[in-house]
């Protein structure tokens, strides 16, 4: 209720602060119109409440036991492929990853490539730009 009305009076004092020449009697209505509509609007939807309805969470609970419980036998077998499988990767996998002393190697070609980049691209604009512009 006090937004609402916060919000008519922000829109009234709005309205009468338009600094100019004195509008016509037909615009000043018009705003008062326009104002009106917009606090009762602003009041309308700060008073209302919107409808919320609570979903049935128990026919959801027994599909859910029901379901497990029905296939019990099958969500097993399933599980227990799955765990074979999941044994078998784990034995093949190896780390491709580079080591500390190889990375460090490389670092300085890294930053040479990286800084060589970075300066073209800084450089080829600007040489662009003369070239263009004839050096004016």
């Known amino acids: 209720m006090l937004r609402a009305v916060v919000?008519?009076?922000?829109c009234v004092c709005a309205a009468s602060l338009n600094v100019g020449p004195r509008p016509?009697?037909?615009t000043v209505q018009d705003a008062a119109i326009r104002g009106a509509m917009a606090s009762s609007l602003a009041f309308a939807m700060s008073t209302a409440t919107p409808v919320i309805t609570s979903a049935d969470m128990s026919s959801m609970a027994v599909e859910?036991?029901?379901f497990?419980?029905?296939?019990?036998d099958a969500q097993e077998k399933f599980l227990a492929e799955r765990a074979k499988m999941k044994t078998?990767?784990?034995q093949d996998v190896e780390g491709t990853y580079m080591t500390a002393e190889e990375t460090k190697e490389k670092k300085a070609t890294y930053l040479t490539v990286v800084y060589g980049l970075?300066?073209?691209a800084f450089i080829a604009p600007m040489v662009q730009f003369f070239y263009y512009t004839g050096g004016k």
């Open 64 to 66: 859910r036991a029901s």
């Open 7 to 10: 919000l008519a009076a922000v």
């Open 118 to 120: 970075v300066a073209i």
């Open 68 to 72: 497990t419980m029905a296939d019990s």
């Open 24 to 26: 016509s009697l037909k």
């Open 88 to 90: 078998q990767y784990e």
